[in-house]
């Protein structure tokens, strides 16, 4: 078939079925009126047309007035089905009467968009699909109009294609952006201003909330420059509307008073209970765009904040901190005065407005911003404490570069602090220093330290060297168990720390041969791995073990090529391995044949992309999403992928459902797939004959949640404990389920490991939706 007429055969198809197979739904954004215990908007795009309450998987409000659902595709669509799954177990009639409502247009939520279609009924469990023709629009609405009712979805499946224009019109730019308020009031946070919801009652959970605060503010980042042209601005209802009366909206690039003084486009005179007000703002340029109330003490509430403008394709640095984009670290945390809060976009200054970091007591802490690659720093401004404490800054350093040594506090010197006055924001001249990391240190003594927040200006010089810079921070980890809450993820947190204490080392079980793995999501040449050991106790428990690296997870990757062994590793001390480009995915460090703690207080791995990731060996599991016929207490879907197959119930690594008539997980790998081999990891302490007679199939159908896709295999037993791989010979399709059909079962799975190859080029079968 020549390529224009398969053109022409995906045109009519799409055109007569509005098929175009994927469903389009999942890749959106969901909201709903209000939340029904945690019946969350987004089960009804999880691909899963389940339809019994208790099977989690139907979304549920509460008994609103002209309760809706609506689904934002992110960008214009023309609009050719939507196909909905009604609750089976009870109440199918509520959703009687409901109108499916599709368009570019917000108001009132999106519900006054054009209407596609009404719904008379739809039977117990039944999905029906409704032809919407083509109707363009962003959003699509399901309402309940004019009754106070309950609305539950139990599946939305919608099909179309981009019609390559998302009108302005329409189209808040806020909801992309990031926010920041002078204080939180409960859990009322800044979010809820741009959640697309207009609901204005305080119950309704929509509106944000600050403190009594002495001119209070919210602040929205469009995180780049815009010519603003209307702030819509929604505010409360069921009381208190007066609280804005006064505000200012300013518009502009500084953060100066955390933005509070850029220009003016409006002072809000009145906005009524539950009024949403348009303000002109006639294309003023700027990336900050705040609220606030100048000059008397108040609570500042916004249930909706929407904001039409157009880039100007100029994000000036003037006035732009390139911090907030960046990951930070410290030497240890005070309570949960968290590193991130020095880069919030937040000076204010008081410890209980809860923006600002706070180390313990530590010996020359520290404070350390990732930029993630190198820049050439011009200025560095920091917020000191105002209600107390301010000299503890005294004696500071701020040092840039591109090492981790003693975590970055031996890069060269910017500047040392002499004094910053409380609540003061002080500028540092840096003239280009070039370095990839910014640390503040207060070096030889015992210190808290604080921070209110941290500024940085400057430009990327477009060389980021390898050395000095870690590959592992990039990567996904797994260890064999948990102990507490000892994650493997502290062993890449950039962070040498090594006293138990600092919170920075992993720490497994007392397992038998316990391992550690880094998988750096594509193949590298390695050159080196620096391995610092813990120092407060117990250095010894590393001796003996193995550094290995290659591309196979057999054995959890423990039996790829042995780069090294460790002999020992003193307390405290970080000690680097030459593994002269040895290549391989996965870097693991394992204590073979003996029952042992494993604990890592930092990994560093340096080397090159190959640019080749083999198949071979290597699972496409990893990057897709997963779901199941039920839960079994917190036993989710997504531990069959983790990478680890690790198969005792209390390692915590096994998916469970409860006793289901035929239980099903499936796979979704996103898009088509040539699928070889599917390895299954079957539980070892218990039960490992729940699993035999189970289906493997493949395809590109959701029909019965994928499990009357073709048939790759069928699992007559697989031993406790043992992975048995399934060839399935290129079978084509984007789902991938394992379900034991006809009878009532639990289904466990340790791991399930797929490989094979995108089918790109393949034009999928398309079949139009039966009513």
């Known amino acids: 078939m020549t390529p224009a007429v398969v053109f022409v055969l995906l045109a009519v198809l799409g055109q007569t079925c509005g098929l175009m197979s994927p469903n389009i739904a999942r890749g959106g954004k969901v909201a709903q009126s209000s939340l029904y215990g945690n ?5 009804a795009i999880d691909g899963n047309r389940a339809s019994n309450w208790g099977q989690g998987s139907c979304t549920h409000t509460k008994k609103d007035m002209s309760p809706w659902w609506r689904l934002d595709l992110l960008k214009q669509y023309k609009v050719y089905t939507v196909t909905i799954t009604n609750r089976r177990d009870c109440c199918h009639q509520r959703l009687h009467g409901a109108e499916l409502r599709i368009g570019d247009s917000l108001d009132n939520n999106g519900n006054t968009n054009p209407k596609c279609a009404s719904i008379t009924s739809i039977g117990p469990g039944v999905s029906k699909t409704f032809q919407c023709k083509g109707m363009v629009g962003r959003y699509v609405n399901i309402v309940i109009p004019g009754r106070a009712e309950y609305l539950t979805l139990c599946e939305v499946e919608v099909k ?7 009108p302005q019109t329409g189209v808040s730019i806020a909801r992309g952006g990031k926010v920041a308020q002078s204080s939180l009031y409960g859990n009322a946070v800044p979010e809820r201003a741009i959640d697309g919801n207009r609901a204005s009652n305080w119950g309704q959970g929509s509106c944000t909330h600050t403190k009594k605060d002495m001119s209070p ?4 980042d469009l995180l780049k420059q815009y010519k603003v042209y209307t702030v819509t601005i929604t505010n409360r209802r069921d009381c208190c509307h007066q609280r804005l009366h006064g505000a200012e909206l300013r518009i502009g690039d500084s953060l100066d008073n955390n933005g509070n003084t850029n220009p003016k486009c409006a002072s809000i005179t009145s906005i009524g209970p539950g009024v949403s007000k ?3 703002c006639k294309g003023m340029v700027g990336r900050y765009v705040n609220i606030v109330i100048p000059g008397r003490a108040e609570y500042l509430t916004l249930c909706e904040v929407e904001v039409k403008g157009q880039p100007t394709g100029n994000t000036p640095q003037t006035g732009v901190s390139i911090a907030r984009g960046g990951k930070v670290a410290q030497s240890s945390l005070y309570g949960n005065a968290v590193p991130e809060r020095a880069i919030d976009g937040n000076r204010a200054s008081n410890w209980g407005q809860g923006s600002c970091t706070h180390t313990k007591k530590d ?3 520290w404070w350390r911003l990732d930029l993630l690659k190198q820049y050439k720093v011009y200025t560095v401004t920091i917020t000191n404490r105002r ?10 350093e701020l040092r840039i570069g591109d090492s981790l040594d003693n975590n970055g506090n031996t ?5 040392s602090i002499t004094s910053i006055g409380p609540g003061v924001s002080k500028t540092f001249q840096c003239k280009g220093m070039v370095g990839r990391y910014v640390n503040i240190v207060i070096p030889g003594r015992a210190e808290y330290l604080t921070l209110c927040e941290v500024e940085v200006k400057g430009q990327p010089t477009g060389n980021t060297p390898q050395t000095g810079v870690s590959i592992a921070r990039g990567g996904k980890v797994a260890q064999s168990s948990l102990y507490g809450n000892a994650v493997p993820e502290r062993a890449i947190d950039g962070n040498r720390a090594s006293n138990w204490g600092q919170g920075s080392c992993t720490h497994t079980k007392k397992d038998m041969s316990p391992w550690w793995r880094l998988d750096l999501l594509k193949q590298y040449k390695v050159y080196t791995v620096t391995i610092t050991n813990r120092r407060d106790c117990c250095h010894q428990r590393l001796h003996g073990a193995e550094l290995r690296i290659g591309d196979s997870l057999d054995n959890n990757g423990n039996t790829n090529p042995k780069c090294a062994s460790i002999t020992s590793i003193g307390p405290g001390v970080s000690k680097t391995f030459q593994c002269k480009g040895m290549v391989g995915r996965y870097v693991n460090i394992v204590i073979p044949g003996r029952a042992e703690y494993l604990t890592l207080c930092e990994v560093e791995v340096k080397g090159q992309p190959t640019g080749n990731t083999p198949q071979t060996g290597v699972s496409i599991v990893r990057g897709g999403k997963v779901a199941q016929s039920s839960l079994y207490l917190k036993a989710v879907p997504e531990r069959a992928i983790d990478g680890n197959r690790a198969s005792n119930w209390g390692q915590g690594s096994c998916t469970h459902t409860k006793k289901d008539m035929s239980p099903w997980w499936r796979l979704d790998l996103l898009k088509q797939y040539k699928v070889y081999t599917v390895t299954i990891t079957n539980r070892r302490d218990c039960c490992h004959e729940r699993l035999n007679g189970a289906e493997l199939r493949i395809g590109d159908s959701l029909e019965d949640n994928g499990n009357v896709n073709p048939k790759c295999a069928s699992i007559t037993s697989i031993g406790p404990g043992v992975s048995k791989t399934f060839q399935c010979k290129g079978m084509v399709g984007r789902y991938v389920n394992i379900v034991i059909p006809g009878r009532a079962e639990y289904l466990t799975l340790c791991e399930v490991e797929v490989t094979g190859i995108a089918s790109d080029g393949n034009v999928k079968r398309h079949t ?4």
């Open 768 to 771: 139009c939706n039966r009513v």
């Open 411 to 415: 890069n060269p010197k910017c500047a």
């Open 217 to 220: 503010w919210w602040r929205l």
């Open 160 to 166: 179309g294609q981009p019609t390559g224009n998302t």
């Open 39 to 43: 019946a969350v908007p987004e089960r």
């Open 363 to 365: 010996m020359s802490p």
């Open 278 to 280: 348009t303000f002109q």
């Open 387 to 396: 209600d107390c404490c301010h000299q503890r800054l005294h004696g500071a």
